[in-house]
Each structure stands twice: as structure tokens, then as C-alpha cells.
């Protein structure tokens, strides 16, 4: 069955450094989706990416959709403490379309 | 406008005894996920239902674990003769149509076997 595949699955960085994750599906996907999950909280839908070679911007995020519709990041510029969470990318699949999440990227913000 | 709302927030469960999960869509949405977390894991699908049916059950183990969307109230995860593998965060969301846009997720239940 398809695989959403995330890496790195930890990352540490000083606040105001840089920090990206990456996401790869073993097939093409019609869209793909991130979200955010706070330490005890639950996920929260960041944004949605569609077309091949899409990028979107939220401030200091910005999400990428690769050419082949087969991977994904996400670049945070400039850490700040409120960015700690994992951070979870998505695609559909199964039978029924049902939404696939990778196992995520822990970012830890050091302030 | 209220959310997804779950309850109860924190289980705890005897090993053997029976856990039920409680999710209210959405108002005006008739489409509910279930999916499961483990500490330190990814989000995986167990079940997909619509008012009355359900669409697709693939993720859901096939013993001891059931799922209900009823005309009238909540959907219900139900695990019955729990054991301590599942302890685990359980997350609803729903959407209005299944159309394939994001999720709004629930704020869980955290169910702990003892």
C-alpha cells in the first residue's frame, strides 16, 4: 500500500535557525496536506498543495510540492519557541481515498 | 461554532474491560475519521463512516474493535476486552461532504490500560 515517508524524525535547533523536514510518497499524490501537533495537543491543518511544483507561503512557512507530485517540504525560517511541535505531512490513499499521515518531524526550538 | 468535540479527554481502563470513545462532528458535517496514535508515532487510519455506514474499515483491527456513526448522536469507537497495546491517543475528524480538503481533528481521547 502507498507510504508517506518524513525525515528527519527529530531535529534540535537554536531558536532563529532554520529548520526543514521531508516528506516522500512511494506513488504520485493528488494533493498533499501538512499539519501541525503542539506537545498534548492534536493535529491542526497548516495547508493543502496541489499542483505540481506548488509553493505557498504563511509567514515565516513555506511548503513545497514537488515536480513529480511525489515529495514535499517544509521550510521554517527563523525558529521561534512557538514553533516547537511535530509537524505531520499527509497523503491520500487506499481504497477509499482515505488521508495517510507520515510519522512526522519533532522539531525542538532551544531558545 | 463548535468544533469536533470527543470525549471523554483521559480514559483509564482495567485490562479486560470494555473502552468507548465518543466523537460529535462538526456541525452539519456527516463524514467522521478515526485514527489512532501511538507515543511518538505518526497519525494511522483505522476507520472511515458516514451517517448510518461505514465507508472504509481497512485500518481497524479485525477482533475487539468496532465503530458506529448512528442517525442520531456521536460516533462511537468501541474496544472491547482492552489490553495494554491499546493505549494510545484516538483522534476523530470530520469533514462535510469527504471532500479532500483538511481535516479538523478533535482533541482526542487519551486512553490508558492499566
Known amino acids: 500500500g502507498q507510504q508517506v515517508m518524513q525525515i528527519p524524525q527529530y531535529q534540535h535547533v537554536q531558536e532563529g535557525e532554520d529548520f526543514t523536514t521531508y516528506c516522500n510518497s512511494s506513488?504520485?499524490?493528488?494533493?498533499i496536506q501538512w499539519y501541525k501537533q503542539r506537545p498534548g495537543g492534536h493535529p491542526v491543518f497548516l495547508i493543502q498543495?496541489?499542483?505540481?511544483?506548488e509553493v505557498k507561503k504563511q509567514k515565516r512557512l513555506t511548503f513545497q510540492f514537488g515536480e513529480a507530485k511525489k515529495n514535499s517540504s517544509l521550510h521554517i525560517t527563523a525558529t521561534q519557541t512557538t514553533d516547537v511541535g511535530t509537524y505531520f505531512c499527509a497523503g491520500y490513499g487506499g481504497s477509499q481515498g482515505n488521508l495517510i499521515f507520515g510519522k512526522g518531524t519533532k522539531l525542538s526550538v532551544k531558545p | 461554532n463548535a468544533g469536533v468535540m470527543q470525549n471523554p479527554r483521559h480514559l483509564v481502563r482495567r485490562r479486560g474491560q470494555e473502552a468507548r470513545l465518543r466523537c460529535s462532528p462538526m456541525k452539519g458535517h456527516s463524514h467522521v475519521y478515526w485514527y489512532r496514535q501511538l507515543p511518538e508515532e505518526g497519525l494511522k487510519f483505522m476507520v472511515y463512516l458516514q451517517k448510518e455506514n461505514i465507508i472504509d474499515e481497512s485500518g481497524m483491527p479485525k477482533e475487539r474493535f468496532s465503530a458506529e456513526f448512528p442517525k442520531e448522536g456521536p460516533s462511537i469507537l468501541r474496544i472491547q476486552q482492552v489490553v495494554r497495546g491499546d493505549s494510545a491517543a484516538y483522534f476523530c475528524?470530520?469533514?462535510?461532504?469527504?471532500?479532500?480538503?483538511?481535516?479538523?481533528f478533535g482533541s482526542g481521547t487519551r486512553l490508558t490500560v492499566v
Open positions: 498543495l496541489v499542483k505540481s511544483g
Open positions: 475528524a470530520s469533514s462535510s461532504t469527504g471532500e479532500r480538503n483538511g481535516y479538523t
Open positions: 506513488t504520485t499524490l493528488s494533493n
